[in-house]
Each structure stands twice: as C-alpha cells, then as structure tokens.
Nanobody, 123 residues
C-alpha cells in the first residue's frame, strides 16, 4: 500500500494559481488511480478530480472544470493538481487519494489518503 504526502498549498489571491503535489512511497503507485478531494470549513469532503493509472482518463468536478488540471508522473511517483483562476470558494484542505478503481469519483472507492494541504484564496 502506498503512503501519500501532499504539498504546495498556501495563500493566494483570487485569480492566482497554485500547483499541488502528492508524493507516493512504494513501488505500486502506478497501479493506483489517483484523485484529489477537498473539504471546506463546515462542509463535507467533495470530489475535485481523478486520473487513471496511465493518465489516459481524467475527470473533474463541474466547479473546477476548465480551471484545474490533474496529471501524474509515474516515474516520480507523484500526482499533481494545477489550479488556475482560483476563487475564494476554492478555499479548503485538499487531499490526494489512491484507488484500485479505474478513475473513480466516489470517495468510498479510495482506500489510501494523504494528510491534506491547506489552500486559502483571498478576495
């Protein structure tokens, strides 16, 4: 089982960009579909994006489509989330997660989670 560590969060002004990284330990990273989720204060955790094991399939929440891009580098055991045109409503703790599914959206399909990284977007 892989262990996941997110980085790249921080404070940014509305309209700005951030790139989150999620580094995985272990040699089985390329066997996992990877996803990003987020949880804003007082809200439930929600799906953001997912990517299949070879990167050929990506899916996005409607709220981030066209602004966020998920990608992965299996040689570096890392998955990324490029976030552009950030809005205050993107403020949340962002989590990466691993799944043995193809490119799932459901939180329950993900069995491995990172500790999260805070993203704060000021208006």
């Amino acid at each position: 089982q892989v262990q996941l560590v997110e980085s790249g969060g921080g404070l940014v002004q509305a309209g700005g960009s951030l790139r989150l990284s999620c580094a995985a330990s272990g040699r089985t990273f390329r066997s996992y579909a990877m996803g990003w989720f987020r949880q804003a204060p007082g809200k439930e955790r929600e799906f953001v994006a997912t990517i299949s094991v070879n990167g050929g399939t990506t899916l996005y929440a409607d709220s981030v489509k066209g602004r966020f891009t998920i990608s992965r580098d299996n040689a570096k055991n890392t998955v990324y989330l490029q976030m552009n045109s950030l809005k205050p409503e993107d403020t949340a703790v962002y989590y990466c997660a691993g799944s043995m599914g193809i490119a799932p959206r459901a939180e329950g399909a993900f069995g491995t989670w990172g500790q999260g990284t805070q993203v704060t977007v000021s208006s």
